[in-house]
Structure formats: C-alpha cells, structure tokens
C-alpha cells in the first residue's frame, strides 16, 4: 500500500527535480550565446531562422570542391541533431544561408591564416562571408552550436557575429605511439576538432613501444618496430585530405634521439649501445638512444626525413628531443672520447649539437622544426618552434629569447583534471617573465595532448573530449573570456552535440558498464560511476603495475574525468608532490585530488 509518508516523501522528491530543473533551466535562458569556443563579437538579433523547414546554401563567389563537401558536412550534422534525413526539394520559396567566399586559402595551409568570419542571421535567412574557406568552415560550425529546438522547430536566434581567432596554433596531439589509434579514430577526432575551430593535429608516430608510419625507404621501422599496427602512407594522404577539408594542419612527430627504442630493433646500428632491442612493454624513460656521433646516423636521418617531408606537406616538422637520460651515451667510451676532442661539456650539449644537425636536415627540406623544451639550448637555431611541457614561464623565458612557442603545460587532457583546471591556464600569463608587445608575437598558441598509457581506442575519445573544447575556447577566444559557469553551461550542450559530429564517447561508456555488469542492468554501477572520478594527475601509475598489454577495460577506465560543474562526491587521496623518476612524471607531473585507490579497487571487481 502506498503510505501517506511515502507519498509524502515522493511529493517532496518531485518538488526537488522540479526546482533543480528550474535552477538549470534558468541558468541556461542567461547564457547569451551557447558556441564554444565564444566569439570575438555577437549582437543579438530579433527573431529567430527556422532550419528545418529545407534550408538552402547557396554559394557566391569563390567555390571549390572543399566547400561543397563543406555544405553536405554541414547538413549530414544538422539532419543528426534534428531528426530528419534530409528535406526535399519544394517548389516554396525557402530560407537561405548565403556563403561569400572572397577568395582561395593556401594550397598548402599556412600558419597564420586569415580565419575570420563574418555571420548575420535573421528570421529570414543568413548571410556568411569570409576572405577564405577557412573563416567559412567556422562560421558553419557557429550555425551549427547554435541550432536549438523551438515550439515551430529547430532554429537558431537572429544574431550578427564577427569573429577571429586569438591564436594562430591551436592543436591537439595524439599519441600513436604507445597504443596504436585506428584511422576511424583519428577521423572522430578531427571531426571534434573542426567543432570547436582547432586547427592543428600534431600526430605523435613514433615512440619506444611502437614505429607506426610505412617507410618505403628503411620498411624495417614498421616491419620490425610496430606489431603490425601501423599506418601505410596510402592511408596518412587520406587522414591529410580529411584534416584539410576540415581546415587542419596535420604536424608529424618523430621523436628523437630518446624515446626511440622502435627504431633500433629493425636498425641496431642508429643506437649509441650494442643492443639487442626489443619493442618496449613498459611506460616510462628508457635508456637507449640514438647516436649522435656517428655520421651514418645523419645519413640514415637525412633519407629517412627526405621522405617524410615529402608525405606530410605542412611546413613544420616535430623532432621530439624530450627525456634523453644520456645513459647509454655515457657508458660508451667512443661517445665520451667525441664529446672530450669536440668540447662537448655534457649530455645537454651533446643533444644541442645533435639537434643542430638534425634541424639542417629538415630546413634542406624547406621545413620548420618543432621540438619539446629540451631542444631550447644556448646555440639552438632560432627558427626553431618550442613546444614547451614545463610551462607559462619556460615558454615565456624561449619567447623573450626570440623563439617562437606553443604550450602544452596545462592541457594535458590524459590527466584527467577538470575542465575548469584546462580553462584556467594561459599561454601568455606567466609569473616570473615580462614580455615586449614582439615577445609576445612569439607565442604562436598551444596544443591539447592526449598520451596514451592509460588509453585504448575505445576509451580515448572520452579522455580527449569534451574538455577539449575548453582549451580550443582558451585558444580562439579573447584573454578576458574567463567566466567559468558560463564555459561549463556550454560544454554541457556541446557535449551532447558531439555525438551528432560521430564521436560517441557516452554510448561506449554505457556499453562498457553493461559489459561489466554482465550485461544485466547497470543502473546500480551507473549510480556508483557518477560518484566517483578516475585519478587524477599520476596516482594510477603508483596504485598498480601497467604494460602494454594491460587491458583497460575496468570500472576506472569507463569513468570520464569530470567536465561538468560539480564534481565528484568521492576525493579521497591527495596526490604526493614528490618528484618520481619516470617520463610521466617528469613531463606531466601534476598535483590533485582523487578517488585513486578506491577506483584501483573497485576496479578490480567483475561485476
């Protein structure tokens, strides 16, 4: 029989949801404009275009290919959010969006790119101009934010908006390396990227536990150094085409002379110890590395960076550089004996000279090299980029210097901080270096880096997004955009758009959970799942032994790091600030609040 208090008790439930909706609700009416990343400017309009009553696009001006495949972009993602599989043809009169393109973009993209664009919407069209089609590309990515549904139907507001970016390099890193990412991966994620106007995908191939690009020159680094899990160069042209119709710069990495281990098991003789090599099983920073006294090591690297070059036509070159221990350079006495007759005081100098050389090898091509902190010594070329992992002051120290920087100190989205710790970290606000109005120029913008240690295919794209879009926002967006409520209202309907651009990361999750509870109902492990959070910054790796082969398939793994405004009710074990010798820490060392042990414990269970 249904009690008098439990009715009481439902009655007061009810009252509950019903404010707590309302508070949402009202909240939500106060946000102006639901995009992210923000615009430079938007005023609002009166009225609002309907866009699901047959919407045309229609060009004037400059067209190409890459628009028309733009404009079916477009409608395959509006048709997703609406319902409706495509509208046919009417013989009423329907409303327009105008697209004016004044000319073309770079045949090959370049940085610094005119990306602006120019929107006017009204209740009876919308008119979208641009100089080039990447400020078009944009500009149909704000429509797409701002389609919403309505009592006459899906529409967006009337509004004008003028906008451009604030950086002109904003970038997301993926590593291939440790675990293989499919092409279908790579595709959802360029995808996300065109969503939130990122404009570069840095695409980390080489590491110590795998080589995973085809090289028709020395085909030993995939036949040898990759399990099989690589990508031929048939497939890197697709993933080339796919990116610059979506108006992204692909950056390669190739990391060396460290972190090179998947190199020297199909050529020993790059490597300054005497091997054998095997593909390593484990995370971390290992010893070997390449030799950088021997002139058959340039040779090699000359051939070796001559093709690569030529398959990737953007005009910068990432040589990685970082986490050289110079170890195995030390146990070799010819190495030593190089340094003594060259007057090479330590390792440090001993990696500046091997940099040197290796930036003449990719300046003969005509490119710009890219390199991690490490690279930035007394006698670097100052045409080379920095990206820097130490932070706002090491690269505000190599931009008061003259080198041009990208950060990634702070966007390390594979730590699984909050989207509030992403959006409070700056490219230009450091505490200890001031910089001239030119100094600053040299700060190019940054990159969100997702390393894979703790990431398979399934599970990466709910590590990358949707806080992401919170760093694209810190990148395109003014300095002074800074309200975080308002960045979190945002990204909780931008999280519910991306799966409308193919990037399901909630289902998997929901497929995971059933998996785990044995495919029966998963309501309880979802109720336990929403009140905890997965460690944060480096806990994992102390709470339990991880290799390559360790399957991430446990409560911990289906877990998102938080992206909303509340965040987990379970923070249980402060991180130690202590300094442990491994390439994570080193690189990404972080401190935070997490629930670590309780969710290496959870997920031990088989539910």
Known sequence: MFS???MRTCCAIFALCFVLLGSKSSVLAQTVLPVIPLPATAVQGSG?????????????????P???????RFFDTLYREIGIPGVPASPVKREQLVI???GPS?????????E?????????GALLTAPNPLGVL???????????STPEGFAVEAMTIDDRPRFPWRGLMIDAGRHFMPLDVIRQNLDGMEAVKMNVFHWHLSEDQGFRIESKTFPLLEEKGSDGLYYTQDQVRGILEYARDRGIRVVPEFDMPGHATSWFVGYPDLASGSGPYQIERHWGVFDPAMDPTRESTYQFLDQFIGEMTALFPDAYFHIGGDECNGKEWDANPRIKQFMQAHHIQDDAALQAYFTGRVQKLVTKRHKITVGWDEVLQPDTPHDVVIQSWRGQDSLAEAARRGYRGIL?????????QSAADHYAVDPLVNGTVALSSAQIANVLGGEATMWTEYATPEIVNSRIWPRTAAIAERLWSAQSVKDVNSMYQRLDVLSQKLAYYGLPYQSVREQMLRRLSGYSDPAALQVLASVVQPPRDYAREGLKSYDVFSPLNRLVDTVPPKATRHGSSMRLLRESQQEKPSREIGRRRGNGWCCGETMMQLSSLRW
Do not use: P, W
């Open 4 to 6: 008098f208090s439990m």
């Open 408 to 416: 990634s100190a702070g966007y390390y989205v594979d730590l699984n």
């Open 100 to 102: 004016k393109t004044a």
């Open 66 to 72: 890459r628009l028309e495949r733009a404009r079916i």
């Open 116 to 124: 602006s664009y120019h929107l006017e919407i009204t209740a009876t």
């Open 48 to 64: 609002s275009l309907l866009v699901d009553h047959g919407l045309q696009v229609v060009f004037e001006g400059h067209t190409e």
């Open 138 to 148: 944009h500009g149909l990515q704000t429509i797409l934010q701002l389609v919403h």
């Open 106 to 114: 770079a045949a090959v993209q370049q940085l610094g790119e005119d």
